[in-house]
């Protein structure tokens, strides 16, 4: 296992267009996180699912933005009506729980430039 | 979670230890101690975390007062490679934590 991978790494866009990106997590973790990362600040927590269930939506910037895990594996982020406050480096990252051992652990992320 | 404070940026000789601070006054009882890296254009990487003793693994050393008030991050040989945005989170341990709050971080540049 070579960790959390994410596609694509580099996206560019028009204003106005769909995008959709894609999570695929270590594979024991059951839960999955969605990060946004504007420039010059730390990660910000948007989403996350156990197993296949969204426990926490309510960070979602806004309703374009929307998430799934169908089957408790992959997560995609899909972003509708992009606009340019949208871009920004899209980060998963994914957890075993198990007691207390919860460290998280992310992917290289996707830069998303709206255009 | 409680809130922490980093200083903004620090340099540290390349062979030398590179110690990073964090204020973490507000910390309860069962809030744990995480730091992670994030290097240029990459994702966030775990280093430690600990939640009153000390801790060491490959990658550093986690020092905690015992007042539990402050951290102090070591790493004891700096290499150029650790440049990079360190972040020092608070979060409960528990399965019902599931977030990470992300300051601003420390810049640490290692100086050959």
């Known amino acids: 296992d070579t960790g959390v991978s994410q596609n694509p790494r580099h996206k560019i866009t028009k204003r106005g267009q769909n995008v959709t990106f894609r999570c695929d997590p270590i594979s024991e973790h059951n839960r999955l996180y969605w990060y946004r990362q504007t420039l010059g600040q730390g990660p910000e927590f948007l989403t996350y699912f156990q197993n296949e269930a969204q426990l926490e939506k309510s960070r979602l910037l806004s309703d374009r933005f929307s998430a799934e895990r169908p089957k408790g594996s992959f997560s995609t982020l899909e972003i509708q009506r992009t606009e340019q406050g949208d871009s920004a480096m899209y980060l998963c990252a994914s957890s075993l729980v198990s007691g207390r051992n919860t460290e998280a652990f992310f992917g290289q992320g996707t830069r998303l430039t709206v255009v | 979670d409680a809130k922490t404070t980093q200083p903004t940026s620090m340099d540290c000789a390349e062979g030398r230890a590179a110690n990073l601070p964090c204020n973490h006054s507000t910390i309860s009882g069962n809030e744990y101690v995480y730091w992670y890296r994030q290097i240029h254009s990459q994702g966030p990487q775990y280093i430690i975390h600990?939640?009153?003793n000390n801790e060491t693994n490959e990658m550093a050393s986690l020092i905690i007062t015992e007042d539990r008030k402050s951290s102090t991050l070591i790493l004891p040989h700096a290499t150029l490679r650790d440049t990079a945005v360190y972040y020092c989170i608070v979060r409960g341990g528990g399965a019902g934590s599931y977030q990470l709050t992300f300051g601003k971080g420390t810049k640490l540049s290692v100086i050959p």
């Open positions: 600990g939640l009153k």
